[in-house]
Nanobody, 120 residues
Framework: QVQLVESGGGLVQPGGSLRLSCAAS????????MGWYRQGPGKERDLVAR???????NYADSVKGRFTISRDNAKNTVYLQMNSLKPEDTAVYYC??????????????WGQGTQVTVSS
């Protein structure tokens, strides 16, 4: 069974930084695209950034130049470095991945979410 476990959320002041991590574990045959989504209070869940197995990346316009997504394929882990944080970045951040499981084939998986609060 494949699981995604996030860590690194918390409370930070405006202008501060946080680094989120998401580790995939279980019967993983191959990790394809991995990404981060966020859902603010009363809002829909939106894409923040994603990274393909090739290393190519996509970012939401609102985070370009401030956030950086990266991955460590040896550790089955994706990271989100968030700099120059703003109050509007406050949300629950979810890890997402397309994974080919060794036994059940390809599926899309979500992590449990980690809260990021930007406030003075």
């Amino acid at each position: 069974q494949v699981q995604l476990v996030e860590s690194g959320g918390g409370l930070v002041q405006p202008g501060g930084s946080l680094r989120l991590s998401c580790a995939a574990s279980g019967s993983i045959f191959r990790l394809n695209v991995m990404g981060w989504y966020r859902q603010g209070p009363g809002k829909e869940r939106d894409l923040v950034a994603r990274i393909f197995s090739s290393g190519n990346t996509n970012y939401a316009d609102s985070v370009k130049g401030r956030f950086t997504i990266s991955r460590d394929n040896a550790k089955n882990t994706v990271y989100l470095q968030m700099n120059s944080l703003k109050p509007e970045d406050t949300a629950v951040y979810y890890c997402n991945a397309d994974i080919i499981d060794s036994y059940v084939g390809g599926h899309n998986y979500w992590g449990q979410g980690t809260q990021v609060t930007v406030s003075s």
